[in-house]
């Protein structure tokens, strides 16, 4: 195998700067779990303003952060509507189930064209029989429609929707940096949307571990409860929070970058049939491979032998990520090689 030129496995696998680094290393930190960690307060301080909320928990992944999130929304036994290919049900082990006792129904995957009116029609009120739906997730952006950003008017119909029927409306926005980004929308406008949220730190911008929880002071403080109930109580974790605050304040703007490389790889893979470049908004870019010569993990083969590599979703599916570890030369060989593989 060559040696590896650029990775497009996922935005997880960056490494934190020499700045970044730094930061960690200087960090003041205390015990967290007393709540005297200075650094973390300031992360979670930050991160609750950032989106227009009362307070904000760190959880040590997007998985704890979410599983929590749902737990206090959803009562065991009854309801979470959510998206067919959303990551609290397709990507989190079966945690909404086995550690909450949730019941998940869905609607179909759509990505940025989700019809509210779908969702409304889905809910379910208290019954005999039928089990009441307490909760509606949505992802922004979301992982497996290909980064796709959900439209501010269909989320502005959901939080009318939750309203009337008095249902919690949760947002796994482990990449919502990039809707931000990609819609010029704030994030304070997305939080004013949402009860709670889920934010992710290692999914583009660089940090090396990390999410946080967001809502009222209420809910974050029986969230720290879960959070100890699932192992997730921790001591000195400022270093980890200083790494975020590093992130937060130095690497969301560069997240336009990884959006232009990412139109740059679907521009180049376009004329192959896999992938239509109008639809990638932000750093995700899956190819669809139905109708080429080869399959998904015969195109990662391929792919590795040239350096590059890529996800294999499904047998025919295939997603490239940017993100800021990457380099322009890396791109410029991406762009050269992955059109050749798909040539018949």
């Known amino acids: ?156 119909a959901l939080r009318t929707i939750a309203d009337d029927a008095g249902v919690h409306l949760h947002c796994d926005g482990a990449r919502i940096w990039h809707a931000h980004v990609a819609d010029g929308v704030p994030l304070a406008t997305y939080g004013r949307l949402f009860d709670s949220l889920s934010v992710c730190l290692s999914k583009g911008l660089g940090a090396p571990v990390g999410s946080l929880i967001v809502g009222s002071a209420q809910r974050i403080a029986a969230a720290r409860k879960l959070r100890k109930r699932m192992g997730g109580g921790m001591r000195q974790a400022g270093i980890l929070a200083a790494a975020g605050l590093y992130a937060l304040r130095n690497n969301i703007a560069r997240l336009a970058e990884d959006h232009d490389r990412a139109r740059r790889l679907a521009e180049a893979l376009a004329p192959s049939g896999v992938v239509d470049p109008a639809r990638i908004r932000t750093n995700i870019v899956p190819l669809d491979l139905t109708g080429a010569p080869v399959d998904g993990p015969a195109f990662a083969t391929a792919a590795r032998e040239h350096g590059i590599l890529v996800s294999v979703l499904g047998l025919r599916l295939v997603r490239l990520v940017t993100h800021l570890d990457q380099t322009e030369d890396g791109i410029d060989h991406a762009v050269k090689v992955l059109p050749m593989l798909l040539s018949s």
């Open 1 to 156: 195998m060559a040696d590896v030129v650029v990775d497009f496995r996922s935005d997880t696998l960056t490494r934190p700067s020499p700045a970044m680094r730094e930061a960690m290393a200087a960090a003041e930190v205390g015990d967290d779990v007393f709540d005297e960690d200075p650094t973390l307060h300031e992360l979670q301080e930050y991160v609750a303003g950032l989106f227009g909320h009362e307070a904000a928990l760190f959880a040590p992944s997007g998985t704890m952060a979410n599983q929590i999130a749902l737990q206090l929304a959803v009562p065991r036994g009854e309801e979470l509507l959510c998206d067919a290919a959303a990551h609290v049900v397709t990507d989190e082990i079966g945690a909404a189930a086995a550690l909450g006792g949730v019941s998940t129904r869905t609607w179909p995957s759509v990505g940025a064209d989700l019809d509210p009116a779908v969702v409304a029609d889905m809910i379910r009120p208290e019954g005999f029989v039928a089990v009441a739906t307490r909760a509606i997730a949505v992802e922004q952006t979301h992982n497996r429609q290909g980064g796709a950003v959900l439209p501010l008017a269909a989320l502005r």
